[in-house]
């Protein structure tokens, strides 16, 4: 999990988080998991040996990636190298590929691709007048104009599934949440 200056997972600002990382954290809605993060990458990308905390069993836990001395927005003056340095771990990072898993709350989700988009809705969608792949909606959730067939499906840990708007994971708008427009 990567964390921002406040400490906090990365999107988070308020600090009634703030709690022990490991117990409260996975409990909040971090819509990125990555898959098979290599350890020299992480060591790569580590402000210095010591900014690695390693579990009972050596598996890194979590690393800081800066400290107030190496982090360029702290400095006085400005300081390319810091900046160099900084942006160089930013594109590491994005060239990270993520899983088709994202956490909602107190679920780990799972895209799961459908091949019928129609027929999938006539079977699952909950009230009456069932839309076309081609129809609008107005997903309250993000504020988006959606075109239904464009809908994505999510199961979460007990196989449950549920129709989520497209933006998803970034919106988190399933299909009570459209309306027609």
């Known amino acids: 999990m990567?964390?921002?200056r406040e400490y906090l997972p990365l999107g988070f600002n308020n600090e009634s988080y703030r709690e022990a990382?490991?117990?409260?954290h996975r409990n909040l809605p971090v819509y990125t998991k990555y898959k098979q993060v290599p350890e020299h990458l992480l060591l790569e990308l580590a402000d210095e040996k010591h900014a690695v905390q390693r579990d009972k069993n050596g598996e890194i836990i979590r690393l800081f990636l800066y400290n107030d001395g190496t982090n360029p927005v702290n400095q006085l003056e400005r300081r390319d190298d810091l900046w160099k340095n900084y942006f160089y771990k930013l594109e590491r990072l994005s060239e990270l590929k993520r899983t088709d898993e994202w956490k909602t709350g107190f679920y780990m989700m799972r895209e799961i691709k459908i091949e019928d988009k129609q027929k999938y809705l006539d079977k699952n969608y909950i009230f009456d007048d069932i839309p076309e792949l081609a129809d609008r909606k107005r997903c309250l959730h993000c504020g988006s104009i959606i075109i239904v067939g464009n809908y994505k499906v999510f199961a979460?840990?007990?196989?449950?599934?549920?129709?989520?708007?497209?933006?998803?994971?970034?919106?988190?708008?399933?299909?009570?949440d459209w309306m027609d427009v």
Do not use: L, V
């Open 2 to 4: 990567a964390f921002n």
């Open 156 to 176: 979460d840990e007990q196989g449950d599934e549920y129709i989520y708007c497209p933006n998803a994971p970034e919106c988190d708008g399933t299909i009570i």
């Open 21 to 24: 990382p490991g117990e409260n």
